[in-house]
């Protein structure tokens, strides 16, 4: 299995709501991203989780809340969005502490935020 | 931080006809070059990667060259195809620190 699966592929939220992403591979990755893409614009990156520890933070408003339960799942909470915030959230996988750095994408959810 | 830059952000070729995209990087430490191919609504997907103790990498018909003093690197595809048609992003980052700057992506548009 060489997949990384996103779910939902779609989802609207108002600006009050919580919502959460998911995110699951069994490969084997220690290593998992989040990762944010506006329409015709590169990957940013917004998260990385190492053996299921936060390793960076690339300075995202805390209305979002990454979580690692274990090493195949990667959650990202989402609370009080702002429309500025719909985009494409994408959740990656690569092996960690070796020298095999090729992502590994899941399809992404699409979000929109009224 | 690491700047990526990448050209063109557009490209036109003729199916058959070679197609080149170039990037350039700031950050002399980058070691790891992969390039990453991203068809409309779908996931990015790795095409090719180069690190830095290489200076040309090929397969089949793409390939990546380094230069390490000037800080560039190119893609190159060869004998191109209407499903080469999408958005490639040039990509850096240090070996072991899992951060990937992206370049800002070229659309290349294969035309039968």
């Known amino acids: 299995d060489t997949e990384v699966t996103q779910t939902p592929k779609h989802l609207v939220m108002g600006m009050t709501n919580k919502k959460s992403l998911k995110c699951e591979q069994h490969?084997?990755?220690?290593?998992m991203y989040w990762y944010k893409q506006k329409a015709k614009k590169p990957p940013e990156l917004m998260f990385v989780?190492?053996?299921?520890?936060?390793?960076i933070n690339e300075s995202v408003p805390s209305r979002f809340s990454p979580e690692c339960p274990n090493s195949s799942l990667l959650n990202l909470h989402l609370h009080a969005l702002q429309p500025e915030d719909s985009a494409l959230y994408l959740c990656?996988?690569?092996?960690?502490?070796?020298?095999?750095?090729?992502?590994?994408f899941g399809s992404g959810t699409q979000l929109s935020v009224l | 931080g690491e700047n990526v830059e990448q050209h063109p952000s557009t490209l036109s070729v003729q199916e058959g006809d070679s197609a080149v995209i170039k990037c350039t990087y700031s950050?002399?430490?980058?070691?790891?070059f992969p390039w990453y191919k991203q068809e409309l609504g779908k996931r990015p997907q790795l095409i090719i990667d180069?690190?830095?103790?290489?200076g040309e990498k090929k397969d089949q018909r793409i390939a990546v060259t380094l230069n390490k003093t000037a800080k560039h690197f190119s893609l190159h595809i060869t004998e191109t195809q209407p499903e080469d048609s999408a958005v490639y992003f040039c990509?850096?980052?240090?070996?072991?620190?899992?951060?990937?700057?992206f370049g800002t992506g070229t659309k290349l548009q294969v035309i039968p």
């Open positions: 180069i690190r830095s103790n290489v």
């Open positions: 990509a850096a980052s240090i070996v072991g620190y899992q951060k990937v700057t």
């Open positions: 490969m084997g990755h220690r290593a």
């Open positions: 990656a996988s690569s092996q960690a502490g070796t020298r095999n750095e090729k992502l590994f």
């Open positions: 950050d002399s430490a980058s070691n790891y």
């Open positions: 989780y190492s053996y299921e520890k936060l390793s």
